[in-house]
């Protein structure tokens, strides 16, 4: 018996190495590095703009919530205009917010980046079920050595799907 085991052993570990071999190249495209090296200060500004963001969003200052947001228009951080502003408020009031916090970091590029706040919509929500839990997504991009917050748009101009393709 221990020598049928010892086989099965062998011949799956020999299946798994040339399944190795032979996937190699979908393998290297599967995790890419990121196309920009971040320092640790890129690191503490983007948590320190996410948590003043959450810390809005928690408080229901909307107005300052809408000011901290921009879009990327020809290269540049553009303002939200009045509209764009006044939409943004008018839909994020919709929204129930018990507590935020921080989900997820995904740093990539200068302006193709994802960050996952979790809302706590109902006092009894539950992150593990989800139940009474939403989640706003925001695309951290730079310029000129500063950042912004952008709402993650998969129509915003130099965002591109990585995973998942």
């Not at 799956?12 to 890419?32: I, N, P, S, W, Y």
């Not at 963001?53 to 951080?77: C, F, P, T």
């Not at 408020?89 to 590029?109: E, F, H, Y």
Request: with cysteine.
């Amino acid at each position: 018996m221990t020598r049928y085991f010892s086989l099965f052993v062998i011949v799956m570990a020999g299946l798994f190495m040339a399944g190795c071999k032979q996937h190699k190249k979908v393998d290297e495209g599967f995790l890419r590095e990121a196309a920009m090296d971040y320092s640790s200060s890129d690191s503490a500004e983007i948590k320190r703009l996410v948590d003043e963001y959450i810390g809005y969003l928690k408080q229901g200052d909307y107005e300052r919530l809408a000011d901290m947001l921009y879009l990327v228009q020809d290269n540049h951080a553009v303002p939200y205009s009045e509209g764009l502003r006044d939409s943004f408020i008018t839909g994020v009031k919709t929204i129930p917010v018990v507590d935020a916090t921080l989900n997820s970091i995904l740093l990539r590029d200068n302006v193709n980046n994802e960050v996952g706040i979790a809302i706590k919509m109902i006092d009894d929500g539950d992150p593990n079920s989800k139940r009474g839990i939403t989640h706003l997504y925001l695309n951290p991009v730079v310029f000129d050595g500063k950042w912004y917050l952008t709402l993650l748009d998969m129509n915003a101009e130099g965002y591109r799907k990585i995973y998942g393709e």
